[in-house]
């Protein structure tokens, strides 16, 4: 790692942590981290997920995002290193000498290099290792969180990369655990520095403009991080660069938020912990131009609308448990990583709930809201874990409601999006509704989300205003805070927030009577400002992120400000040996290297 004056030698201590926690409530965040941008050392503990990949010796880094998974780089894993029996990987380390009392060692199983890696473009340069058993947390090994699908990253963030590889360009590895702080590079200027065509949408750049310190050989694989608020997110790998340090050729790391998917179908159970960055404000690589960089179009922000759910083809009929997609407003409330209520998106950052979901606690801190989520167990790829800043109960006569500020704007997508709030609607009679809930001990071994059609109903004796009546409905706790939802003109929307004091029963048990959301109008009003609208018969697509190849870092979402994203440095693949043979390739790709074995 070339540094030129920032070093990073260790000493520190933290608490044991169990594994049967989730990797949310654990991930990225380690006790003796005190870090400002700027720092010059890094105590032992510092990095806890930080791993060293041997054969023989370190060749490779690698980052630990579980208790059985490691992350790095697919070009690290060709030939015999390609070989999983061959390969050990160190975690807990600090240096490559004899002397690392909170280490663990733990071969390797399995190697999975990204099917679509390409060697010549670098493109996809990602690969997970799984481990021959499970290690143990402590205050020197834990996981580091990842950047989820949707996260973007503008150009001047402070990020860090670790890893014990060559201190300048053709020098020697280093012996202690490095440590540097670079800017993020956006993917327009990167363009132009490596010529335009050479960086892609899953690539990331970082490094500064005179040079001086960047990744180098022996880096390879490891982590790209950013710390957004008490978590650290890893939002690259390193993959390659031109040298190492070189003014205005910065490193460049595979984008680890473009794998989402691809890590989560890899890794079933005991998934890593994907968390949402987006940087705030304009990014400033917007506006950079170079010969053959396409311009950037301007762009007109659609307005966010609600009630719009594209994976939503539900007739009348329909099975218990819905799918991916199906309800995409659902939110899962949760205190200690585990469910307790239901919700639903009804703003760009907002939650709607019970309010007595929070006789325990009404404190925002206790609880995070999940979003895209479909199962409590197994896989959920297309979900968002967001913390809540603040908590608003209404304070009527009778049932309540609550609204949940979130801390970040979710990316909307297909599996994310508002619904739209009864605002003094009326649903006649004989009007096909849906309830839908994560009722306890129903949906399977995943606990999928459970869906039931049901019709309105007259109210006979207990009609009025406020009321809206269907046919006989049983909730459990898990189904508080959610939606009764009608269709209506093409847009759903919500008629009624599930509570388990209100869904009073009548007519021996064959109506249930629900108040609806129109009667908490004024507070909605308050809380949330103007109340989002459907959509026009024109405009029914849902809002999704769009991409330019060479225009922006990622993926970004016109209709959001504030979440998060990750990418990677890069760094230079030096051997002499190698180079030897493959002089004539070298120069026919650029003299574009992969950060590789030290010398």
Same mark, same amino acid.
């Given at each position: ?29 380690? %006790? ?23 054969? /023989? ?22 030939? $015999? ?13 600090? @240096? ?22 390409? $060697? @010549? ?5 990602? &690969?997970?290792? !799984? ?15 990842? %950047? &989820? ?65 960047? +990744? ?60 949402? /960055? !987006? ?19 301007? @762009? ?13 083809? !539900? ?12 309800? *995409? ?23 709607? $709930?019970? %309010? ?15 979003? #895209? ?33 979130? +801390? ?18 009326? /649903? ?51 189904? &508080?805070?959610? *939606? ?41 009003? !308050? ?8 959509? $026009? ?27 998060? @994203?990750?990418?990677? #440095?890069?760094?230079? /693949? ?16 650029? %003299? ?8």
């Amino acid at each position: 790692m070339a540094l030129q004056g920032v070093t990073c030698v260790s000493v520190v201590l933290i608490l044991l942590l169990r594994e049967t926690l989730s990797q949310l409530s654990v991930c990225g965040k380690p %006790a003796l981290n005190t870090r400002i941008v700027g720092g010059q050392t890094a105590p032992a503990g510092s990095w806890p997920w930080q791993a060293s990949l041997h054969e /023989f010796s370190h060749f490779c880094g690698g980052s630990l995002i579980n208790n059985q998974w490691v992350l790095s780089a697919a070009h690290c894993f060709q030939g $015999s290193t390609a070989t999983a029996s061959r390969l050990t990987v160190y975690v807990g380390r600090q @240096t490559q000498g004899p002397s690392n009392p909170n280490e663990v060692s733990r071969s390797v199983s399995l190697v999975i290099n990204h099917p679509n890696y390409n $060697s @010549t473009t670098n493109d996809n340069d990602i &690969a997970l290792l !799984r481990l021959s058993s499970a290690v143990t947390f402590t205050d020197y090994i834990l996981p580091v969180c990842l %950047a &989820a699908s949707g996260s973007s990253v503008h150009s001047g963030e402070d990020v860090w990369v670790t890893g014990w590889g060559a201190l300048s360009e053709g020098g020697s590895s280093a012996n202690d655990l490095m440590e540097v702080d670079v800017p993020t590079v956006g993917n327009r200027q990167c363009n132009c520095d490596y010529g335009v065509g050479q960086i892609t949408n899953n690539m990331i750049c970082a490094g500064l403009r005179e040079g001086g310190k960047d +990744s180098c050989q022996g880096d390879s694989g490891g982590p790209l991080v950013i710390k957004q608020g008490d978590q650290w997110i890893q939002l690259g790998v390193v993959s390659f660069g031109i040298g190492c340090a070189r003014p205005e050729l910065p490193g460049v790391y595979a984008l680890v938020s473009s794998y989402m998917t691809w890590i989560n179908n890899q890794i079933s159970s005991n998934q890593p912990g994907f968390v949402n /960055f !987006r940087s705030s404000g304009t990014d400033s690589d917007l506006s950079v131009s170079c010969n053959g960089l396409p311009t950037v179009p301007p @762009t007109t922000p659609q307005p966010v609308v609600c009630g719009n759910a594209p994976k939503n083809t !539900r007739l009348i009929g329909g099975s218990s448990v819905a799918t991916a997609g199906m309800w *995409p407003w659902m939110a899962s409330l949760q205190k200690k990583q585990t469910h307790v209520c239901g919700g639903t998106l009804v703003a760009v950052d907002a939650v709607l $709930s019970d %309010a007595d979901c929070f006789n325990s606690s009404a404190m925002a801190s206790d609880w995070t809201v999940v979003l #895209g989520r479909l199962n409590q167990n197994g896989s959920n790829p297309f979900e968002v874990t967001l913390n809540v800043t603040n908590i608003t109960l209404s304070n009527l006569t009778g049932s309540n409601v609550a609204v949940l500020q979130l +801390s970040i704007q979710p990316t909307l997508s297909d599996y994310i999006q508002p619904i739209c709030m009864d605002n003094g609607l009326t /649903f006649s009679v004989g009007t096909t509704c849906w309830v839908a809930g994560w009722s306890t001990g129903r949906g399977g071994d995943q606990q999928a989300l459970q869906e039931k059609q049901i019709s309105v109903v007259d109210c006979g004796n207990s009609s009025s205003s406020d009321s809206i009546c269907t046919g006989s409905v049983s909730l459990e706790q898990g189904d &508080a805070g959610g *939606p009764l939802m009608c269709k209506k003109d093409g847009s759903w929307f919500q008629a009624s927030v599930l509570t388990l004091a209100n869904s009073t029963r009548t007519r021996a048990d064959t109506v249930s009577v629900f108040t609806k959301v129109s009667r908490f109008g004024s507070f909605l009003s !308050r809380t949330l400002g103007t109340l989002l609208s459907p959509a $026009s018969s024109a405009n029914t697509t849902s809002t999704t992120s769009t991409t330019n190849t060479t225009s922006t870092t990622n993926t970004t979402n016109t209709t959001n400000t504030t979440s998060t @994203t990750s990418t990677g #440095g890069g760094s230079s /693949f030096c051997s002499p040996f190698i180079f030897l043979h493959l002089l004539l390739l070298v120069w026919s790709v650029h %003299a574009v290297d992969l950060k590789l074995f030290p010398l």
